[in-house]
DNA sequence: ATGAAAGCGCTAACAC
DNA sequence: GTGTTAGCGCTTTCAT
């Protein structure tokens, strides 16, 4: 391992020039710093980011906790992140809790709490209260993205808006039989978004005096899976079921499709299915959503904790992140 | 802050103690062990990892190197790395390299020959010869997941056995005219996967005498929505069109699968499709594919390097991850 | 513009 | 069983 004074010893300079000149620092001369960086360039000195960290008292590291990696929502929040931080010379830890409640007390003491990351970016995560307050005595910024979390920034859409912008699509398409496919319920995963659209579907249909059946209200936990068997039941009756689906998350509607797509049931004639997110397959699907970006929110959030991390103090931003609707094939004008 | 010493001095003990006491370490009395956790735990004590780092030369971090965190393979052996991780202590360092030529330098500079991480694992990513060979050069272990990489041990499926397998069952079905749904070609992401499974593809024609049409090696780029628009072309003449699509992703073949609908065209009866991947929605639409299981691929490459950090040696292990055939209701019988 | 030297917070010999 | 001390490889005053 070649260190920073083999390339000081190399050329008869000290450490503290070859340290100066390597990081643009002012006070060596432009002939200096060219002789350094050839040198340093030469031996293949890297410098040793555990002993910069001691020195410096930063990691140039960000962490992000996650209930799952390999979900849409989180992975492409992560890219966003990611590209962000990348841009700023800064490396991404990834701290995932899937499931593993034992390892949970490990991730926030070894690693969280362990000066091992210089900001944190909590998603959707559902922490218990110890930790909770253990990140709000963090010494470091955090932020919380797609999932409020008392006490802590957040970044994300409107949630209630979202979804009460989908339910008023469907009603001002004539739609007055309206199901909900909710999501959340899963180990560790938030459940303050699937509750925030829930409520909204409730007040949206009870502010245009429509009835909410309780067996229209099913649970699809987020997942193409489980929806479409909860739709298989939910679309059974032919002489007694719903016009329209609104779906918590594109991943359910594409459920709903396919459970419509199984059954004969005609999308849009028969049925119409609105998501929320605008899935990757959303488009070629066909599927009418309300588009949110997460690669937008993720990079978002990782420029507020960079800004934060430079500048010093926490900037001002907006209380959401844009969502839109998107019209696609999967809806139709009751009747019609 | 609060550091080793200030839970040392508040016992009057030695930092080595302390130290040792923490670790589990040998030579420490069960009474000081005990009064060192309780005093450590009580003024909130928690080791900086890059004092650590600095004193052990061991960062208790592992590095990936992706092409991109949100599609369906890389965030699922991401899933299975990070699980594995966890359980034995270390963190996980995500390097994505989405595109961003720019940064490539960077990231190898900064990060993977950096120090910052203990082992490396590299996922389908397509290097330059420089960078192969400064990863050949790194002096800690590394391995490749997904694609091989020539001079750096592999973990995956046997592609190519694979490819013949679907297209094999295809053929076991009465098929003859045959399509391929092709993969790769996307900026970064290795490309060696996609060419073996399209040389086995042909391989296996050749060998039962069955012609390739080359517009029917048609390009999806392993995604949907490609995989759809391309569809589309290949199966729009209904006096000339294949009979089966082996897809080289699950992805691909539900694009192949809307084409068909859109189409008008009956599945299995008209078309068969088979995939590889066994993505999470292959069993609800009721895809026939082969299985892999990236879980499993991260999880046995990171046991693997975890396995030569502990024990120092490099291990054996078998020179293909699974793979298996599920048949679900995509495929049928020729003529049936 | 450059150098000397004192840490940063821990681990690991080596003493006792 | 416990303490002392010398690093680990940088950064950063403070001199010059």
Redesign the interface.
């Known amino acids: ?1 070649i260190g920073i004074d083999d390339v000081a010893a190399s050329l008869g300079v000290s450490t503290a020039t070859v340290s100066r000149a390597l990081r643009g620092l002012p006070g060596v001369s432009e002939e200096t710093r060219a002789r350094v960086t050839t040198a340093a360039a030469a031996l293949g000195y ?6 910069r ?2 020195a410096t008292g930063r ?1 140039m ?1 960000m962490g992000v906790l996650v209930p ?5 929502y989180f ?2 929040v ?2 966003g992140v ?2 962000r931080l ?2 700023a ?1 800064y ?6 809790l ?1 499931g ?1 409640g034992a ?1 949970r007390e ?2 926030f ?3 969280i ?4 990351i210089d900001a944190l970016l909590v998603m959707c995560m559902h922490l218990t209260e110890e930790e909770r307050l253990a990140l709000q005595e963090l ?1 470091y910024p955090s932020i919380s993205v797609g999932g409020a979390l008392e006490g802590v920034r957040h970044v994300g859409i409107d949630d209630a808006r979202a979804a009460a912008d989908a339910v008023e699509y469907l009603i001002s398409l004539g739609h007055t039989r309206i199901a909900h496919m909710r999501g959340g319920g899963s180990f560790d995963i938030d459940f303050e978004v699937p509750r925030l659209r829930e409520q909204a579907f409730r007040r949206t249909m009870q502010l245009h005096g429509l009835a909410v059946r309780e067996e229209w209200s099913a649970f699809g936990d987020f ?3 489980t929806a ?1 068997v909860a739709a298989l039941t939910l679309l059974a009756d032919p002489t007694d079921r719903p016009t329209a689906v609104f779906c918590s998350s594109d991943e359910m509607a ?2 709903v499709l ?1 459970a419509a ?1 199984e059954l004969g049931i005609d999308v849009p004639g028969e049925l119409s299915v609105i998501g929320i997110d605008d899935h ?2 959303a ?3 066909g599927l009418t959503t309300i588009r949110q970006d997460p ?1 937008d929110q993720g990079a978002f959030a990782a420029d507020l904790l960079l800004g934060e991390l430079t500048r010093g103090a926490a900037a001002d931003y907006p209380p959401s992140r844009p969502h839109a609707l998107v019209e696609r094939a999967s809806t139709g004008r009751i009747g019609s």
Do not use: Y
Request: aromatic share 8%.
């Open positions: 391992m890297v410098p040793s980011s555990a002993a960290g001691l990691t590291a799952a990696i390999n979900r849409w992975s492409a992560l890219d990611d590209r990348r841009a010379g490396d991404l830890i990834v701290f995932s899937g593993s390892n490990r991730v003491h070894r690693s709490l362990r000066k091992r010494e997942r193409f899976t479409r594409f459920g396919r797509a990757e397959f488009e070629p699907m690669e």
